[in-house]
């Protein structure tokens, strides 16, 4: 996700710590959305279909909930002590440095790399398997359903990290606005896509699959391994707490920082799981306990071939614009 920090002013028209700040609502807004609606959100309704009917979309619904309610209180760590014109916190470590202490600064670090880390696979595994998906969906259209279109990852994952080793020498790469942009814009592109098929192939079976108890198993403990994977899944579309200092130290002021970054907060966290809903359920209502892991590189959906092409595109542009910007605005303030 593309973060557009400030600059310095020549002429000394800048904020109380020499960085001028024009974010508004509507970027951080743009911002937030960039940073939650990712590729997770093909894999909700594989989440709902093995929690059922019920927990699913109340799993859904309560992570929404953590997520503001966390988003809510970091928003008034920006700035400590006093929320409106105390000292900044610019990072996320900052904040836990300020308020907890060097221990627990080393400690949340630790765990902040963690997430960064496993944040980074799941970009290179995800950007490979949508290019991947696109070679096996003209396969399969070309040469049938049931052809075996097996092609690697290596090369895909080879080439990601190329692309990365390319972007990562472009000069203030992070502060271009428009990358949070476009991808927005492929997060709204790839998730209507989603939505639009698992809706089509509703009316296209002409009733609603699934169960309350989800995807039935052998026993109760293949039930609540999968059941811990779904909310695993679900858990980790919502990966927006961690970087939310980042985003709002782009902010300008007047009005106060966190006024403004707690109701951007309650609407991208809106349309978010207005999204994560629509996939996830009607994703497990047209396919049931078949619902795949992915619905558009699980190839629940063949045809059209090409707006799955294009769904997988969007996927792979989102990432890969993403990734570099997020190491460097991130990582890069990481110091203890």
């Known amino acids: 996700m593309a973060v557009d920090h400030s600059l310095e002013l020549a002429d000394g028209s800048n904020d109380d710590d020499g960085h001028l700040r024009t974010g ?10 960039t940073a939650v609606i990712g590729s997770g ?27 503001y309610v966390s988003s809510f209180l970091l928003a008034d760590c920006y700035r400590s002590p006093d929320p409106i014109n105390g000292k900044r916190n610019r990072s996320y470590i900052d904040a836990v440095r300020l308020n907890l202490g060097k221990t627990q600064t080393w400690f949340c670090g630790l765990l902040q790399n963690l997430t960064f880390y496993g944040t980074a696979v799941a970009y290179v595994m995800t950007t490979s398997t949508s290019m991947r998906a696109i070679q096996k969906s003209n396969c399969y259209h ?13 090369k ?14 472009i000069p203030d790469f992070h502060n271009m606005e428009w990358l949070s942009v476009i991808a927005a814009i492929m997060s709204f592109a790839y998730s209507f896509i989603g939505f639009g098929l698992g809706f089509a192939k509703v009316i296209e079976n ?8 989800g995807v039935p198993t052998a ?4 039930k609540l391994w999968l059941a811990f994977q779904a909310l695993g899944d679900i858990a980790f579309a919502y990966p927006y707490s961690i970087i939310l200092l980042e985003i709002q130290d782009t902010l300008k002021s007047p009005p106060p920082e966190n ?34 892991g992915n619905l558009l590189t699980g190839f629940g959906f063949y045809e059209p071939y090409w707006l799955i092409d294009f769904a997988n595109a969007c996927i792979v542009l989102h990432l890969v614009g993403g990734y570099q910007p997020a190491s460097i605005c991130i990582c890069g303030k990481m110091v203890y």
């Open 24 to 33: 508004t609502l509507r970027s951080c807004v743009a911002h937030i959305i």
């Open 206 to 213: 002409g009733r609603i699959k699934g169960s309350i108890a």
């Open 219 to 222: 026993n109760l403990a293949d």
């Open 41 to 67: 959100v093909l894999s909700l309704a594989w989440s709902t279909a093995q929690l059922g009917w019920i927990a699913g979309p109340a799993s859904l619904l309560c992570f929404a909930i953590v997520t």
């Open 259 to 292: 006024k403004t970054m707690k109701m951007a907060s309650m609407i991208s966290i809106f349309i978010t799981t207005f999204f994560y809903l629509c996939c996830g359920c009607f994703g497990y209502a047209a396919f049931g306990n078949d619902t795949p």
């Open 156 to 169: 895909h994952m080879l080439l990601f990290g190329a692309v990365q080793v390319v972007m990562s020498q």
């Open 142 to 154: 070309r040469e049938g359903h049931n052809a075996p279109c097996a092609y690697g990852d290596t």
